[in-house]
């Protein structure tokens, strides 16, 4: 079993520090390794932010683990040679398509929510984000009109193959789950949206004993912090997916509790290829200071054992430290408390 890990930039390496050594330390029989750079520190060492070496280690790796990437030195870079480049270009590289972001309120944490306890509770989702298309990655720019006016465009769209593969990642993550599926879109106005209804409606004859509802986007902003529990998993465009997973990290209390998988069609011996890390960027107003919380990075390893390695077992004693961790009072500064970066890792080992 091959892991490539991308520490990057900021509180990235602080916390895929943390959760290298859960990896550690579950003494995975037959595991390497490797370390390849990636945003402004390979920039500096390579003069650019995803060097074809690193690339190529991912290729060569059944698991990715990536921190985070980004630095404010980088701020007046060309676009391609920011750091930020590193991870959409991992993405769309690698085929990453599906990015799976689940948001689960842990026991003890109620009143850290956004939400009031009572609605915090019972959120229990995960939410499933194309990640390949939308207008991230359509034809972009800014054009002078006749009239003399500046005028920015991104093109939205949506193939027919590139909804009805994410259809299926998010029915049968539904399948594992509470069988309910919700997926999201603005067919009232968006063409792009009524295509991705009709595939999505096709695709769920495949999945009879999935229940299938649809949304509009802004209704759905709405009624994720109006009812949560209404919500099991829910599949969406890449721009809703992240305006919306942000607004779902807000309801769990802190963005150093998110993890996320990206994975795409390759298959290893082992699993699902894919890529893992927290939601977080790598926030240079606490870097390098031991604040940031390793929970969300540590918890991308759980993620990473069970699709990529098939270790239900390891991926569940994983969550269970955090969680264990939590209900006894570890925080950090972003949940309250002074614990710093390695001391809630020690906390989740220890648990371990
Ligand atoms: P950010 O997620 O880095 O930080 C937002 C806020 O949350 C900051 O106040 C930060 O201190 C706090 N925070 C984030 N993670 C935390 C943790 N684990 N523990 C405690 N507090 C935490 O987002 P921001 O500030 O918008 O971006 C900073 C840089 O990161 C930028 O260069 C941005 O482009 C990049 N970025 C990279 C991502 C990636 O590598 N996947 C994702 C998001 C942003
Ligand atoms: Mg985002």
Redesign the pocket.
């Given at each position: 079993m091959k892991i490539a890990v991308f520490p990057?930039d900021?509180?990235?390496a602080e916390?895929a520090r943390e959760a290298v050594r859960v990896l550690e330390a579950l003494n995975l029989p037959g595991l390497t390794l490797v370390e390849g750079d990636v945003g402004a520190i390979a920039y500096q060492r390579h003069g650019h932010p995803l060097p074809a070496e690193t690339l190529d280690m991912a290729k060569a790796s059944d698991a990715v683990l990536?921190g985070?990437?980004?630095?404010p030195s980088c701020d007046n870079l060309e676009r391609h040679l920011r750091?930020?480049q590193a991870?959409l270009g991992l993405r769309s590289k690698l085929g990453l398509f599906a990015n799976l972001r689940p948001a689960t309120v842990f026991q003890g944490l109620e009143d850290m929510s956004g939400l009031r306890p009572e609605l915090a509770r019972t959120i229990d989702m995960l939410i499933v984000r194309e990640l390949n298309g939308d207008v991230y990655f359509g034809d972009k720019g800014v054009r002078e009109t006749a009239d003399g006016e500046r005028e920015g465009w991104d093109m939205m769209s949506y193939s027919t193959s590139e909804v009805r593969r994410i259809a299926h990642s998010g029915f049968q993550a539904a399948r594992k789950r509470g069988s309910k599926l919700c997926s999201v879109d603005k067919a009232n106005v968006l063409e792009t949206s009524q295509l991705w209804r009709d595939v999505v409606v096709e695709v769920a004859a495949e999945y009879s004993d999935v229940e299938l509802t649809h949304m509009y986007v802004d209704n759905a902003a709405m009624q994720m912090v109006k009812d949560p529990s209404q919500f099991d998993v829910v599949l969406t465009g890449n721009l809703f997916g992240d305006i919306l997973s942000d607004l779902a990290s807000m309801c769990v209390g802190?963005?150093?509790l998110l993890a996320s998988a990206s994975l795409g069609e390759r298959q290893t011996k082992f699993g699902t290829f894919g890529l893992y890390?927290?939601?977080?960027?790598?926030?240079?107003?606490?870097a390098g200071q031991g604040?940031?919380?390793?929970m969300?990075a540590i918890l991308s390893v759980a993620m990473m054992l069970r699709h990529s390695f098939g270790m239900e077992d390891q991926a569940g004693r994983t969550e269970a430290a955090v969680a264990k961790a939590l209900a006894d009072g570890v925080r950090?500064?972003?949940l309250g408390g002074d614990l710093s970066t390695a001391a809630i890792g020690d906390a989740v080992l220890e648990r371990l």
């Open positions: 990057g900021g509180i990235g916390v990536f985070a990437v980004g630095d750091p930020e991870v802190s963005i150093g890390e927290p939601i977080h960027g790598s926030a240079p107003d606490i604040l940031a919380n390793p969300a950090g500064r972003d």
